[in-house]
């Protein structure tokens, strides 16, 4: 039935469904097959990045206010089709209806910001040392994009990335996941539509990428894709980064997350009681930045546990297509074996577990649906360092607030954290140098559900990477100084003289 739901949905959006291969498509739902898809080939890639490096010579020279106007129209068609995007991402991530509908939002909020952006393209002028002279920065295109996408966000890590890559000037090859090529198949044709519309874009500036991470690796390793944007687990930017840096490309990693809160004893319980929940469970503990590691004041633990029990035990799991549900399905039967193996192995370290247990579905067979799983930790053992993409949330106590800031950074990741405090100390503390070590350090909001103004990114192990806003452009244009000599003079930098 998903998969007449898919043909119905695709043919709303006026996108033929590709030719059957053998990259099958199944829905997290139920398991069944959404649709079987051919994979790109080595060679197909090569042709892919050549198209986009001629239509990147052409679309660099075109003003960066026009290039906004593609970017525009983006918004425009997806503001358009957001009902229907997000059903495809309901289907083949099993995201519930609201954070669907919040993921097409993100495209969107995400097309305005680069529209604004196409005429912010900002250098600086700076003051020279010479008479005569000006120094100045001009930021240029920087080339082919490629841009590695996580199952997780299917469509909105392509467009923080599609977007300002495109009025950057750039041209973009997108290979989405494996397990999530339907939005992006939809997505890829609403903007060769628009980019149809407006006349003056060069073919191929913007190609998808069908495959697993073979097709991926061949992509990071093309000499001619100037930045490769990979947004995936640790694993993965473990192979893409050294891959690129062998050839002096640039890189963009975002990678996984293993974000924690500090609630401090001057917390407003309710409020931090809702962060908790929705960080922790929401999306099924599948976003890079959902809550997996809670350090409770021992003073207010007495009062916090129970209500997170019992808000737990409220929580509906099932089919996300279902009004009501906040849970839907993990991903597939590996990510399901991980949340059991990580339950195992906390069990065996000391911790005590409420929830966590499959969950069955009527309709949902051969879907992997858990209770989100509260577990009390005597301690932050080796598991808990780990990143389990997962609905598990560990929880310790702390006494000591310096104490708790250095086990809130003794793990590898460091991408979102929070605290919940009125204590203002505390608060500065918390986001000082001496605070959280991570990309995102937030005060009474939980880690996850970042807003695309800001940049968005981590540290250590998830790689370094920013996207989405602020400055994040300039890591998808090249940088150049200038020195111009208005002089009738030729004085050298640093008073030297030569003939
Ligand atoms: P994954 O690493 O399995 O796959 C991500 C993408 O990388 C896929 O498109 C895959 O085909 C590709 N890939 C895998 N190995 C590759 C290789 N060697 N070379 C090139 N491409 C390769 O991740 P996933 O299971 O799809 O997503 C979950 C992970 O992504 C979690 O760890 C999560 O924290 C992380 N994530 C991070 C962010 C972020 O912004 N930091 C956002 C979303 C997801």
Known sequence: MEATA?????ADLGVPLP?????IVRSPIDGGQLTSLVPHTPAEVDAAVAVAQSAFLAWRLVPAPRRGELVRRLGATLRRHKAVLAELVILESGKIRSEALGEVQEMIDICDFATGLSRQLYGLTIASERPGHRLMETWHPLGVCGVITAFNFPVAVWAWNAALALVCGNGVVWKPSEKTPLTALACQALLAEVAAELGDVPPGLSTLLLGGADVGAVLADHPAVALVSATGSCAMGRAVAPQVAARFG??????G???AMIVAPSVDLDLAQRAIVFAAAGTAGQRCTSLRRLFVH????????PRL????ASLRVGDPRDEGILVGPLIDAAAFAAQQGALAEAKADGGHIFGGERVTVAGGTGGYYVRPALVDMPAQTDLVTRETFAPILYIMTYRDFAAAIALHNAVPQGLASAIFTNDLREMEVFLSAAGSDCGIANVNVGPSGAEIGGA???EKETGGGREAGSDAWKAYMRRATNTINYSRDLPLAQGVKFV
């Open 250 to 255: 640039r890189s963009l990693l975002e990678l």
């Open 257 to 259: 997350g293993n974000n």
């Open 19 to 23: 030719p059957a291969g053998k990259l």
């Open 298 to 305: 021992e003073a207010i633990a007495p009062d916090l546990l």
């Open 6 to 10: 898919v043909v119905r949905l695709l």
């Open 456 to 458: 968005f990114g981590g």
């Open 309 to 312: 029990r019992q808000a737990y």
